[in-house]
T-cell receptor, first 111, second 114 residues
Framework: SQQGEEDPQALSIQEGENATMNCSYK?????LQWYRQNSGRGLVHLIL?????REKHSGRLRVTLDTSKKSSSLLITASRAADTASYFC???????????FGKGITLSVRP | DVKVTQSSRYLVKRTGEKVFLECVQD?????MFWYRQDPGLGLRLIYF???????EKGDIPEGYSVSREKKERFSLILESASTNQTSMYLC?????????????FGQGTRLTVV
């Protein structure tokens, strides 16, 4: 079974609004990562948060991690039409950080 | 520029054929992964390798095998291709160990089994 489950499955917002995506997972992790995939292309890494971190920022991205609730959220502020893509959370587990993905969230940003 | 290269973008094979998907990375990464991506199911891990000749089953290994004879190359083998293996296959690599690092992905191989 897949380790991570994203919520919601699909999100549609207006340009300039913030987008919040959530991820829950099942077992203990070394890290949690978020990736983006534009239609028909490979995945691109966005941000990694370690299990001993609670919050991390990168440009317009903010990710939080709550290990007690086994959940994470990704916030994209001031969204742009170019942010339209699928977003995946992935968890790194085990001694070699095996990486397991969720089903993804489809984000549509309307101009 | 770091690179993960998959040998084919598109592949059409017949049912029952043995199929090889090749992946090469130039970053000296220990970890390499094979995923398949299907609509509504996200990325599912088929196999994971954390060193040469070392492998670990993922969530859906049935019908697949892998080979890692050299650090830079990770091959996915469909022993006898079936139509339900029609999918997008993605290869990735990363450094291993805790707490882990980002993975780099290839562009994917869209495999159609007819």
């Amino acid at each position: 079974s897949q380790q991570g489950e994203e919520d919601p499955q699909a999100l549609s917002i207006q340009e300039g609004e913030n987008a919040t995506m959530n991820c829950s997972y099942k077992t203990s992790i070394n890290n949690l990562q978020w990736y983006r995939q534009n239609s028909g292309r490979g995945l691109v890494h966005l941000i990694l948060i370690r299990s001993n971190e609670r919050e991390k920022h990168s440009g317009r991205l903010r990710v939080t991690l709550d290990t007690s609730k086994k959940s994470s959220s990704l916030l994209i502020t001031a969204s742009r039409a170019a942010d339209t893509a699928s977003y995946f959370c992935a968890t790194g587990t085990g001694a070699n950080s095996k990486l397991t993905f969720g089903k993804g969230i489809t984000l549509s940003v309307r101009p | 520029d770091v690179k993960v290269t998959q040998s084919s973008r598109y592949l059409v094979k017949r049912t029952g054929e043995k199929v090889f998907l090749e992946c090469v990375q130039d970053m000296d990464h220990e970890n390499m992964f094979w995923y398949r991506q299907d609509p509504g199911l996200g990325l599912r891990l088929i196999y994971f390798s954390y060193d040469v000749k070392m492998k670990e089953k993922g969530d859906i290994p049935e019908g697949y095998s892998v080979s890692r004879e050299k650090k830079e190359r990770f091959s996915l083998i469909l022993e006898s291709a079936s139509t339900n293996q029609t999918s997008m296959y993605l290869c990735a690599s990363s450094s291993n160990g805790v707490p882990g690092t980002e993975a780099f992905f290839g562009q994917g191989t869209r495999l159609t089994v007819v």
